[in-house]
């Protein structure tokens, strides 16, 4: 399997995951402190991809931005939460986040190379709109973001969450990756999918 590296950082203990692509590294998500993170890792960073747009996953995509220079890939429906001022105080949060333009739109696709590596997009709602979940079938790794956690799921009461969305997302596009799959969640250990299908409380196979 692929090495990857793994960060924890702000108040919701927020993970990100490096991957050393082919073509170089590629980070999933930017919570707080990931950039510092990179630069003591030695992590010379050439493509930020988001699972989503919520504010403790994107805390330092600005930074990263402005120190790595690299392209910043997003779901079109996550797009607004990191370049248009508002979009969080609108849902009556207070964060300010410094806001930048995305470069790459994302959305559900079977196959699409990322650094010279393939993954399928998946698009599971539910936690949010434009959630994704990042597959690669020959590492048998799953970036999941806030969808499937060890024993959980995401939050579905957050605006745009829906919860039998979210379940049956995971039941079909996720339960079926395969016992083996390495699941790497936003939030807390990571997990597989065949132990998930097991005993996950939420969604029964
Ligand atoms: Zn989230
Ligand atoms: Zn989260």
């Not at 980070?27 to 699972?51: H, M, N, S, Y």
């Not at 995509?61 to 429906?77: D, L, N, S």
Request: aromatic share 10%.
């Amino acid at each position: 399997m692929i090495a990857y590296r793994s960060f924890t950082g702000g108040i919701f203990e927020t993970n990100c995951y490096a991957l050393e692509a082919p073509e170089g590294w590629m980070l999933f998500d930017a919570p707080e402190g990931a950039c510092d993170w990179l630069v003591k890792q030695k992590i010379e960073l050439r493509l930020l991809l988001l699972t989503h747009g919520h504010v403790d996953h994107i805390q330092d995509v600005a930074r990263i931005k402005q120190h790595f220079g690299c392209p910043i890939g997003v779901h079109k429906e996550s797009a607004p939460m990191i370049s248009e001022s508002g979009f969080f105080r609108e849902f009556g949060f207070q964060f300010e986040i410094e806001l930048v333009e995305p470069d790459l739109l994302i959305e559900a696709t079977p196959s699409r190379d990322f650094l010279g590596l393939d993954f399928e997009v998946l698009d599971v709602p539910g936690h949010c709109p434009g959630s994704l979940c990042f597959f690669s079938r020959e590492n048998e790794l799953l970036v999941g973001g806030d969808v499937l956690f060890a024993g959980g799921v995401g939050r579905w009461d957050l605006p745009g969450g829906d919860g039998e969305l979210l379940f049956a997302g995971i039941r079909e596009k996720l339960y079926s990756l395969g016992e083996n799959v390495v699941v790497l969640p936003g939030h807390g250990p990571s997990t597989t999918i065949g132990a998930e299908r097991r005993s996950n409380p939420f969604v029964r196979p």
